[in-house]
Each structure stands twice: as structure tokens, then as C-alpha cells.
């Protein structure tokens, strides 16, 4: 039953991301002259170098550690107002 489900999610997957595949490249043939050039580069690409993977994995351990050191009620509290917090920032759009 599971191998039936991670299949049959990962066709739907594939075929739902062709077909808004297909349907971006109509809108940009279609209004190809109507999108500004700008010279800004990738926005949606970070460039992560080895030293900083290598950091955040530490880090990452060091609050797992933490969480689980200090697992109490006020901690798992002030977790959630960080969290919310986080999730209320303004988006920007581009």
C-alpha cells in the first residue's frame, strides 16, 4: 500500500509539473515582450560554499541538542512565538 502511494504521488507529481511546465512557456512565448530585461541575476539562486554547510550543520545539531536539553514548556512556548514571528514577516515579491 505504500510503495502504491509514493508511486501513484510521484506520477501525479511529474504530471501535474509537465503540464504547469507547458502552460509557463505559453505565457512567456505569448508575452515575451512585455517582461522587462533587468541585469539582476538569479534571484532564487543561493550559493552555498563549504565551510557554511559545514556551519549550519553544527549549528543545526548544537539547537537539537538545545531542544532536547531544555524541553520544557516555557521553551516549547517561546518556540512557537519565534516560529510565528517568522511566519508573519512581510513577503517580497520580485
Same mark, same amino acid.
Given at each position: 500500500?505504500?510503495?502504491?502511494?509514493?508511486?501513484?504521488?510521484?506520477?501525479?507529481?511529474?504530471?501535474?509539473?509537465?503540464?504547469?511546465?507547458?502552460?509557463?512557456? /505559453? %505565457?512567456?512565448?505569448?508575452?515575451?515582450? *512585455?517582461?522587462?530585461?533587468?541585469?539582476?541575476?538569479?534571484? !532564487? $539562486?543561493?550559493?552555498?560554499?563549504?565551510?557554511?554547510?559545514?556551519?549550519?550543520?553544527?549549528?543545526?545539531?548544537?539547537?537539537?541538542?538545545?531542544?532536547? /536539553? %531544555?524541553?520544557?514548556?516555557?521553551?516549547? *512556548?517561546?518556540?512557537?512565538?519565534?516560529?510565528?514571528?517568522? !511566519? $508573519?514577516?512581510?513577503?517580497?515579491?520580485?
Amino acid at each position: 500500500m505504500a510503495i502504491g502511494t509514493i508511486l501513484c504521488a510521484s506520477y501525479w507529481s511529474a504530471w501535474s509539473s509537465q503540464e504547469a511546465a507547458m502552460e509557463h512557456d /505559453k %505565457l512567456l512565448k505569448d508575452a515575451i515582450e *512585455e517582461i522587462p530585461s533587468t541585469n539582476d541575476g538569479d534571484r !532564487g $539562486v543561493v550559493e552555498i560554499n563549504t565551510l557554511s554547510a559545514i556551519c549550519f550543520l553544527f549549528l543545526a545539531s548544537a539547537f537539537l541538542v538545545v531542544l532536547y /536539553k %531544555l524541553m520544557s514548556y516555557w521553551f516549547v *512556548e517561546l518556540l512557537v512565538v519565534v516560529f510565528c514571528i517568522g !511566519g $508573519v514577516e512581510v513577503p517580497t515579491y520580485f
